[in-house]
């Protein structure tokens, strides 16, 4: 006769089996190659950027009418023989550029600028075909998650219509006979503007894809909907002036005037409506697209600074990090938008003002993503 059993015994065997905890609904089926797609996704992320700089560079050095065909397939090859090159050029040379501004151009010279044209589109062929081969590759082995095959395919559209918009750009310097030099302003804006786009759906996804869906869902019901709201209202507000930098930039405004904080002596630069028709000041008078852009910074800086008095009362550690991290980025951005101005945009000063515009817009964003979905942590600082 076996013995008397303790009340906290197993009584259905000598070896209790523990029951195996089963992921809930919200997991279930959704996993896929999380990881996999998020080290793609990133790796798409640092070529935008690096895109970001060479179109800048591009646009610095005065080389992006140097390829006056637009030939998405064939066009990725170089000229390879020297009556290639020639070739090349003397297409070059009936465009306004050409005859204005670069009639001392010799071969070697125009070799330069050739380069830096090519390789900015060669990097967006590169780009879409990271794009085509990671989006496919998961699509055919089926480790996309559930939810995501759609929100995959924007980057790649967005990246096709970049394309479209780039040729459109280009095709407007050129001109012959009409005075372009360069391409129109607005459209170098639309093209910018859309790459930080595809930049920002990028970023949003990476931080997505860092956290579990249980996670998301968990942390949305501690959303911060007021601080949501405001920081959505800054990085709109930061687009805007990235768009009005690229306005800056495409008729080299920035080394109009090169005194600060007054312009040419005065706060109102001189001649503001020079222009006719009017409208033509806000895209083609650098004294008033530089004035705008200075104006915009310092209500940008202002009500940054309204938001992040409102992201430092945040209950979470890592989203109150997140706020002082994108208010210390862009109160560097206006330090170095003023220097730039100041020593007329050299080179290495514009290309770095415009990589830290990529840090600041991904720092608003990341802040406005833990405003909706704040990190519950522990009260060590770990995440619960």
Not at 249 to 276: F, H, K, N
């Amino acid at each position: 006769m076996s013995g008397k059993r303790n009340i906290f015994e197993e009584v259905s065997g000598d070896d209790p089996v523990r029951p195996v905890t089963q992921p809930g609904l919200i997991d279930k089926g959704r996993g896929g190659a999380r990881n996999g797609i998020r080290v793609w996704l990133m790796i798409l992320f640092a070529l935008v950027v690096a895109m970001i700089v060479v179109g800048g560079l591009t646009r610095l050095t005065d080389s992006g009418l140097s390829i006056t065909e637009w030939r998405p397939v064939t066009g990725a090859m170089p000229p390879m023989t020297e009556a290639d090159w020639q070739s090349e050029f003397d297409k070059y040379k009936q465009i306004d550029q050409w005859q204005i501004e670069n009639q001392w151009m010799q071969l070697s010279d125009f070799k330069q600028i050739y380069w830096w044209e090519w390789g900015h589109r060669q990097l967006g062929r590169v780009i879409g075909l990271v794009w085509a081969l990671g989006f496919f590759g998961f699509l055919i082995a089926r480790k996309i998650p559930t939810g995501w095959t759609g929100k995959l395919i924007i980057p790649g559209a967005l990246g096709g219509l970049q394309g479209a918009i780039g040729g459109w750009m280009v095709a407007s310097g050129l001109t012959q006979g009409e005075g372009m030099t360069s391409v129109a302003s607005y459209r170098l804006a639309l093209h910018l503007g859309l790459a930080f786009v595809i930049l920002g759906v990028i970023a949003w996804y990476v931080f997505e894809l860092g956290r579990t869906d249980r996670d998301l869902m968990q942390a949305r019901r501690a959303k911060d909907a007021k601080l949501f709201g405001m920081s959505t209202g800054l990085l709109h507000f930061a687009f805007l002036q990235i768009l009005l930098g690229a306005l800056v930039a495409g008729i080299d405004a920035g080394r109009s005037y090169t005194d600060w904080p007054l312009m040419g002596g005065q706060v109102i630069p001189p001649d503001p409506m020079l222009l006719e028709p009017a409208w033509r000041n806000f895209f083609e008078n650098p004294g008033l697209v530089q004035f705008i852009h200075r104006v915009s910074g310092y209500l940008l800086l202002a009500f940054g600074v309204v938001v992040w008095m409102r992201g430092r009362a945040s209950a979470h550690p890592n989203t109150r990090f997140a706020f002082n991290a994108a208010f210390a980025a862009l109160l560097l951005q206006v330090v170095l938008g003023i220097v730039t101005v100041v020593y007329a945009a050299p080179l290495h000063i514009a290309i770095v003002h415009q990589l830290l515009a990529v840090v600041v817009w991904v720092a608003i964003l990341r802040a406005r993503f833990l405003s909706a979905y704040p990190q519950v942590t522990s009260v060590r600082g770990a995440p619960a």
